[in-house]
């Protein structure tokens, strides 16, 4: 009887940690993919009440992985700078930008020139990381359908260009 109690508090006491290790781990992880971003600048459209830290990305395997809570940016040529983020969390309220509303990015001021949605399919990347002639940011977030994997059927994007 002695050897029966003894084993069922171990089996306890072992669940218990289990639980206790696998909620440290998942809530540990989640807390540190939240803050490991290094910020390197600020985005803000009053419009829409935004407010967002930037961090800048870099291409992993010809991909740029969107922050989960925050704007992304990347920039191939030097006037021209596109900002990611998603459209559940940090830019869930983009599709109420307008044209002629004010954007203020790195201590920017930027006017909103386009607000357009496109299939997925038809995104070009190259020819939205081209050179610009004046400084412009691009903004871009999934829009339409949302598939089971998160993925959506067409991206919103807004064209923004600097104000002299």
């Known amino acids: 009887m002695e050897l029966k109690k003894s084993f069922s508090r171990r089996k306890l006491l072992a669940i218990i940690y289990v639980v206790f ?12 993919r939240a803050f490991s971003y290094h910020t390197s600048a600020e985005l803000r ?4 009440g935004l407010v967002s830290d930037v961090t800048t990305l870099a291409l992993d395997n010809h991909t740029l992985n969107t922050p989960d809570e925050i704007v992304g940016s990347f920039s191939k040529t030097k006037n021209n700078t596109l900002l990611v983020g998603h459209s559940t969390t940090v830019f ?4 109420e930008v ?12 930027y006017l909103v020139i386009s607000a357009t949605t496109y299939p997925k399919e038809e995104i070009n990347m190259n020819r939205l990381l081209a050179y610009t002639d004046s400084e412009a940011i691009k903004i871009m977030t999934c ?3 949302i598939f089971y994997n998160g993925d959506a059927s067409h991206r919103l994007i807004i064209t923004a260009v600097l104000v002299q």
Request: glycine content about 8%; proline content about 3%; some cysteine.
């Open 21 to 32: 290790a696998f909620c440290y781990f998942v809530f540990g992880l989640q807390s540190a």
């Open 45 to 48: 459209i009053p419009a829409i």
């Open 92 to 95: 869930k309220n983009l599709s």
């Open 98 to 109: 307008k044209i002629g509303d004010n954007v203020f990015y790195d201590n920017k001021e």
């Open 143 to 145: 829009s339409g359908e």
